[in-house]
């Protein structure tokens, strides 16, 4: 539903884009502005999840990081020696790990109940532990080992970076769905420990299978779906184009990479939301409410709760994936390293709280908001700082412990932020209807 | 005046609609008055504003004389009301003697004579009194939860159907101890739903009806009331 | 076949930093249960707190290592600790009242109550690395070891040492101390029961005259002091890293849920059962199937079910599998 404030504060952060434009650089506004939008779109996914049908998923940082898998394995050129040396024999591997699983299901489904089920379903995971182990082990250390200060992992498929972008949802909603498969019948708060578990567990995994992901060793170099600015450098139209309004062409070539790239979010972003909207505005999107808002009643009239929860958390889910490959794509690297909870999980849930949920357009201004807050804290607060210190001698101990002490006011400050929203307005900045 | 009187209530949960209309309540000194009506109709509601529960929109509760509409349920404690819910009424995971000794949380003197008093009445809370009260039988449970509210020496206790879902054994037995209780001197107000067998130990009776009095008397007086008996004791 | 020095490579790289670990885990689920039982929700700012605590802990010790007050032996933090103690109940009752008491006066959700603590925990977060850092840091101190692996070679003959650090033991016996404090208050006192009936049935508590506001504030108290306790074993056995603390809650809440939410004694239990899982399916067994095999022979690989990086998969699988199949954990919790 829209607002007559909503194009206020739409509007308002623009002014806000436009001020780090004004008195930082272009450069740095686009930047809040790309990683904004991508974060609106986390935000988007959260609020599907949350605001729509009450979900509590603080997993969101493995989703995103599934999305930022899937740009590897998609736009990556495959190594070949690598695959020579055990590609095959992983995959072999893996399709052994699956068949187990689906054994030890089948057999717990099937068998009668008692000593001989648990007995059976227990030798079925062991034994196909120990074979998924000897074909997995020696595949690993034969791809790790192909070049392993270059390469040292299969790659990926080579395909356009732009497709890994719709696979990253679908890396995520695989994830979610078999999250919610067991999980979503659960309370809230062992919902959320759960979905806590499971981004810690794919956050390990990407860290540390680097026959994968080179682990730590990050996969750098990643295809861009928009020109290199060293291209764009050395061609002549667009050497003309910045000649004729007067441009520097080094700084003109990476704005342009960057609102390439905006242009590209928004699309996403516009698509998303539309899409969203419609869905929720369906007879679909209103039986969700009614869910949310009372579950019990919803049950007794037959819905089944639990299915339509395990497509909203797929869905979202999906949606968050999305925006991981996304960034991934931005960032040009994959970095498992960097995938922390609360920067991807609790601070997209300062966005969708701050936002308003239950509200796409108030998910994508808090995302916005709160990502211009998370860059924009530091320079703000140093700025501050170099202010009331200016009293003080240039090398005075007291200042210069402050500003090193400066980078953490960013997580005071959504803490605060946080609290203020929850005490004082906790519909949000754009409230649901 | 009577011990309690509860005039003119009128009130709901929160803000929603009135379920107490104009609702009077009256007790003696030493007196047992029994709560009778169809479900729904309010007797709950009814035990819960007098307790102070509940936010009134008018009416006052005066207890021995003084008016204690505005007080809260704990300062109701203190000035001699003990109350037992209808449901929920013990501290599950705690053993019997630790549910009698937190009935007696707002006394600072020596109250384990009460407890001789109440393992006296109650045998069985004797019997089990080291054993956590959410194990114990239905029967058992009630009796814990009057022993609870007895801790605190009430001079009025207010039972919320104190027999519910227990044999009709051990509802004679919960109806014995709760004579004996009145037979010292405390006044009694209970809601039930086996209103003929309550009604014939009640001093006064209240029929209520959708949150109004429909019918008042001394118990025999409601028992052998012809409209009373047909509509609410089943012939 | 050499079953004795299998069974002292097992004791020291798995039965001794299991017990030590599985205290603190219990310690720490502890404080988690508490919040749980008479708060009503999930804590996800404990680990925050923990760190918090032991912060305070680290930084007096310094100061007392300055002025030269030591312990002998033992870890001058033990001394700290009553002042760590003493600033984690000044910021949680802070909290409580600047923050957590609107929400139980409006009766919001549990789930609200989680969201908020979120908050919390970001602003405790902050707080933290604004004072301290992110640095890791060590701040054990006195005597490293109560058995050293040389020493016990040369008694026992064996050619498998046992090393015992004195912050395992420290661990083990303050844990034991904590524990039967706990219970004691509890399940003695006129305030621990209190405590327990708020916890069981919070209206039935109102009607029998327990302060609610008295419960809960004596509740944080006890968090404080069990979450200062459980931060600075686990920093004085590993180290202090603010970090690590936030990475703790997984295992905390396994711990906890695993023993059923909201029972102390389950707690307990939740804490032991996910350490003993994580170290024994993370330690590379070679060494133990070497001394257990035939002479001479020695296995290829490690021997390792799964590594270390893997320890968050062992408590969530078990965390799992317990939902599942028990949902209100080993130890009945409550369902709220
Ligand atoms: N906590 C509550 N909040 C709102 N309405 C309630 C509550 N408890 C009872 N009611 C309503 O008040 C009316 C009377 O209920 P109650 O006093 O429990 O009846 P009784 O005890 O006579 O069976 C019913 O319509 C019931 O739905
Ligand atoms: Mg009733």
Redesign the pocket.
Known sequence: MMQSRTPIYFALMGVLILGVGIFESWNNALFVLNFGLISAIMALGVNLQWGYAGLFNVGVVGFVALGGLSVVLTSMAPVSPAWEAGGPRALLALLVAVGVIVAAIMAWKKMAKGKVRGLTVGAILIVGFFIFRALFDPAVAAIEAVNSAQEGYLGGLGLPVLLAWPVGGLFAAGAAWLIGKTALGLRSDYLAIATLGIGEIIIAVLKNEDWLTRGVKNVNGLPRPVPYEVDLQQSETFLNLMASIGADPVTGSSIFVKLCYAALFLAVIIGLVTLMQLALNSPWGRMMRAIRDNETACEAMGKDVTARHLQIFVLGAAICGIAGAMMTTLDGQLTPASYQPLRFTFLVWVMVIVGGSGNNWGAVLGGMFIWFLWVEVEPISIFLVEIVTSGLAEDSALRDGILDRVVYMRHLTMGLILLLVLRFSPRGLLPEK | MSFLSATKMTG???A?PD?LHELDLTVEKGEIAVIV?P????????MKAVFGMLNLREGSVVLDGKDITTLSPQERVHMGMGFVP?VRNIFPTMSVRENLEMGAFIRNDDYEKTIEQVYELFPAVYEKRDQNAGELSGGQRQQVAVGRALMTQPKLLMLDEPTAGVSPIVMDELFDRIIEVAKTGISILM?EQNARQALEIADKGYV?VQ?RNAYTDTGEALLANPEVRRTFLGG | MDFLNALVAFTNFVIVPASAYGAQLAIGALGVTLIYGILRFSNFAHGETMAFGTMVVLLVTGLFQQWGISLGPLPTALLALPFGIAAAAALVLFTDKTVYKFYRRVKAAPVMLVIVSMGVMFMMNGILRMIIGTDDRRFADGERFIIRARDFKEWTGLSEGLAIRTTQVLTIVVALITVALLFWFLNKTRTGKSMRAYSDNEDLALLSGINPERVVMITWLVVAALATVAGTLYGLDKSFKPFVYMQLLLPIFASAIVGGLGSPLGAIAGGFVIAFSEITLTYAFKKVVTYLGPDGWSPDGLVQLLSTDYKFAVSFAILIIVLLFKPTGLFKGKSV
């Open positions: 709901g949960y929160g929603g379920i009506g479900n729904g109709a309010g007797k709950s509601t009814g209808q809601v209520l949150g």
